[in-house]
């Protein structure tokens, strides 16, 4: 294994001490050699050199796997102090077999990772950092506004959507002295959660995409969601910037109170202000708009994305790039994989189809968003809707459901296939409303995908438009495996 230079640590033995309020485990030399050049919370993902940081949840201990861990490389562990009480002698005897092992004894695994990430942050003062957050649109909006940023600064940006109360310490620890700017997607699948990264972080700049639906089941009421959210502006002060969607319904709600500038961005902010035009919608193309006279083809589908757009130019001019650059950052993005993924292809029946597949999340307001795009399309072929389960909507799951069945009937697709228990009443309200094109099937397991392709393609044909969207745990994307040739 590859020696490490001390010097390389992310945090010195007094620093992490000192954050974490924990306890060393070892002799002198063991603290001597205290060193660690990367974060893990998963034993698969530790490599020589890691700081291992075992996570306790409803079913596992992450616990269990630090000797794997250690196996693969480890040289610090965070150890709960219920743990150490367990199993001390199998920790000591590993910093005394193991001079470069360290052993930290902690109150809560979590909240060490989490302190040992702010204490990590704070060791770069000088780096402007910048907060994503919104009940959809997080990741697309973070890569857009990276990929602008990074033609005039060094940027160090979350990496896919490490974005939750442990993804988002983990992204910090790849800040490296030579970064300018930080782009940190954040989050939220609990009350508080965005308050507690955003301690972590302590963004002088943060963006809001929108405020819908997301994780309603968690908070109670949208008015709940808002007020989360708006936590992510928590640490803007006098010379930072607040980003806020203009067209949504709590614009004013999250502009206010605000100590450093506040900045609207949408379609509905005038040229003027924002220096963009909207030119032409080019369906599954994409986008065309200008940003001062500089014409830009965006080709990420959708009004959604667009919207997207606007908030990444408005961060962008901000930070005084060049209209130039903007379009550069934002031509050179694809969707990502499983996000509004749009794709000519082949069908098993040999039909050349529109594949638009966005099975990666669904709350009420990107399947609304997703079936306004569908329905605005020029088309020449038939639409056909495939919709699983929207989850993690609790108590109001039934009604946001159906309010999906409703735009199902006044949409009239050739086909609409629902999927899973809680799209019966997307199904049900379809049928009261008169579409008569629905089928329903209870569950999400393999012969119910089977069967859906099935009937999707007995009635497919050149230039139709399929749509796959639900969320993660539904697996939709096995529609498409069955439907392509």
């Not at 000797?67 to 965070?78: C, I, M, R, S, Y």
């Not at 972590?200 to 009421?221: D, E, P, Q, R, V």
């Not at 099975?359 to 088309?379: D, R, V």
């Not at 392709?453 to 399929?466: E, F, M, P, T, Y």
Request: hydrophobic share 40%.
């Amino acid at each position: 294994m590859m020696k490490h230079n001390l010097n390389e640590s992310l945090l010195t033995v007094e620093q992490v001490i000192d954050a974490v309020g924990g306890e060393f485990v070892g002799d002198a030399e063991n603290r001597n050699l205290f060193c660690f050049t990367s974060v893990a919370t998963d034993s698969r993902n530790v490599i020589d050199g890691s700081l291992f940081v075992p996570l306790i949840g409803e079913n596992e201990d992450g616990h269990r796997y630090c000797p794997q861990a250690v196996e693969n490389g480890a040289k610090v562990l965070f150890i709960s102090r219920g743990e150490f009480e367990k199993n001390s002698e199998y920790y000591k005897n590993l910093v005394t077999e193991n001079k470069a092992m360290s052993v930290i004894v902690v109150g809560n695994t979590l909240r060490a990772l989490q302190n040992a990430a702010a204490r990590y942050v704070s060791k770069f003062p000088t780096l402007v950092k910048i907060a994503i957050t919104g009940s959809s649109g997080k990741t697309t909006s973070k890569d857009m506004v990276a990929s602008i940023l990074a033609r005039k600064y060094r940027v160090v940006a979350t990496e896919g959507n490490f974005n939750s109360e442990t993804g988002l310490p983990l992204s910090v620890f790849n800040i490296r002295h030579f970064h300018e700017v930080g782009v940190f997607e954040m989050g939220m699948n609990r009350k508080n959660e965005i308050s507690e990264i955003a301690e972590i972080l302590k963004a002088n700049f943060a963006l809001i995409t929108n405020i819908g639906t997301a994780h309603i089941g968690i908070l109670g009421s949208i008015e709940d969601i808002a007020k989360e959210k708006k936590h992510v502006f928590d640490y803007v002060s006098y010379n930072g910037a607040a980003f806020v969607p203009d067209m949504d319904e709590f614009a004013d709600f999250l502009s206010s109170g605000i100590e450093g500038e506040v900045i609207r961005f949408g379609s509905s902010v005038p040229c003027s202000e924002s220096g963009v035009k909207y030119l032409k919608d080019c369906g599954v193309e994409g986008t065309d708009f200008s940003v001062s006279d500089v014409k830009i083809h965006l080709a990420l589908p959708g009004i959604y994305n667009y919207v997207n757009a606007l908030g990444a130019v408005a961060v962008a001019r901000r930070f005084g790039v060049l209209p130039s650059q903007i379009k550069k950052g934002l031509e050179c993005l694809n969707a990502t994989s499983g996000r509004t993924e749009v794709k000519k292809v082949s069908a098993k029946n040999k039909s050349e189809i529109t594949l638009i597949k966005d099975c990666y999340n669904a709350n009420p307001s990107s399947m609304k968003s997703a079936l306004a795009f569908c329905s605005s399309l020029e088309k020449t072929g038939k639409l056909i809707y495939v919709l699983g389960d929207m989850l993690e909507l609790g108590e109001k799951s039934s009604e946001l459901h159906e309010s999906i069945g409703s735009i199902v009937a006044a949409d009239k697709p050739a086909l609409a296939i629902f999927i899973g228990e809680e799209m019966k009443n997307a199904y049900d309200k379809a049928l009261k409303r008169g579409f008569e094109n629905g089928v329903w099937f209870e569950k999400y397991d393999t012969d119910s995908i089977k069967k859906a392709a099935k009937i999707i393609l007995d009635r497919l044909s050149d230039n139709d438009v399929v749509l796959l969207k639900a969320s993660r745990g539904i697996c939709l994307e096995r529609v498409a495996d069955e439907i392509i040739g």
